[in-house]
Structure formats: C-alpha cells, structure tokens
C-alpha cells in the first residue's frame, strides 16, 4: 500500500475543513543517487496528503482520484522525516481542487502542489 512505501503517518486531520497533515519518511530507497529524496517520490507524498485531505471531506466510501497535478519543487528533500499536507481549495459534485506542500520539520517549504481530482 501506498502509505506504507512512503511511511506516511498521519499527524492531523480535520473532515470540516478538508484538511490533513501527515510525516512521510525520506529513505534511502527513495534517494535519486544524491542523499535527496526523488522528486517523484515527493509528488506521490503531496498527491498522497492532497487525497486524504479530500477524502476526509468526503466521509467514509467516498474516494478522489487525481486528473492532473502540477508540483514546484522548491529546495531538495533530504532523506529524513518529512511533513505533508493537503487541503480542499473548493469541493464540487464531481470535481475537487486541491493543494498541498511538504516541508522539512523545521517548517521550510520544499515542494507545493496543486491538483484536480474526479469525485469517485
């Protein structure tokens, strides 16, 4: 499963707001050959956190599944605890957008990301 690959934990979570916050762990098998975490690897974390911010607006059965998504990377994700988060910017029928960023635990942003998803 997906959240295991990326050791994701979640950290909080709110179904009003449509928001989750999460820790990924950077590991060794995620490194681009530098010491950094790959940045495909980021964008699975953001996409990751994007969803479950999503789906806990939705409430349980409810699912996303991403169109498109466009992600800046910002600095380099060094291999250690990294923290996700995802948000709804607006939730339709069918269509949600969201966006989400990682940043390194001191708070430093390192990757944002925006995304729209189908309502499943």
Partial sequence: MINE???AQQIEIDA???YFKGSYE???DHSNGR???QGGIVGAMLDNAMARAAMA???PGRHVSSLEMKT???APAPLTTL???GWVVRMGRSIAFLEGRITDTE???LATASSTAKVI
Wanted: hydrophobic share 40%.
């Fill in 83 to 85: 923290i996700g988060e």
């Fill in 5 to 7: 690959t990326l050791g």
């Fill in 35 to 37: 010491d950094i975490v």
């Fill in 107 to 109: 708070g430093k942003i």
């Fill in 72 to 74: 800046s990377f910002l």
């Fill in 57 to 59: 607006k939705l409430g």
């Fill in 16 to 18: 009003e707001r449509g």
């Fill in 26 to 28: 950077g590991v060794i």
